[in-house]
């Protein structure tokens, strides 16, 4: 795969094992509560006017229960439309006014979407931060 990064002295930019070179800045990528029925929070874009689509790393989930209950939440990666999930989380137990955050290094390609849901709406709160790989262009 191509996801694996290593840094090429520049700051800001690293280089995929095939050569591509990225140029990397921080990213809120979603902030808002969890319903209780599965929601796209994000959908990676699939150009933002370069030759190759960009990808979008995400670095850290942050979930706060304000509720007084323990509740569970489900966050997956799907492509388009497809019912076909992969979960980052299934069902995961959070207690009772608890803030988890679940540090990552997940590779979003273009047009792939992450959804979630929680047990009762409006209970959970979620932050999901990353960055934005853009394609450097070569000269």
Known sequence: MNETLQPTGVPGVARTRTGGAYF????????GQLTG???TLYTAPSTL???????????????????STSR???VQVRTGASATATHIMSVMTIAAN?????????????AEIISGFADVASKVNIRISGREMLPQTVG
């Open 24 to 31: 990397e800045h921080p990213k809120r990528i979603y902030w």
């Open 37 to 39: 029925s599965d929601a």
């Open 49 to 67: 006017g370069q030759l190759y689509p960009p990808k979008v790393r995400i670095t850290d989930i942050w979930l706060c229960n304000t509720d």
């Open 72 to 74: 569970t939440v489900t």
């Open 98 to 110: 608890t803030v988890v955050l679940i540090e990552c290094d997940l590779v979003l390609e273009a």
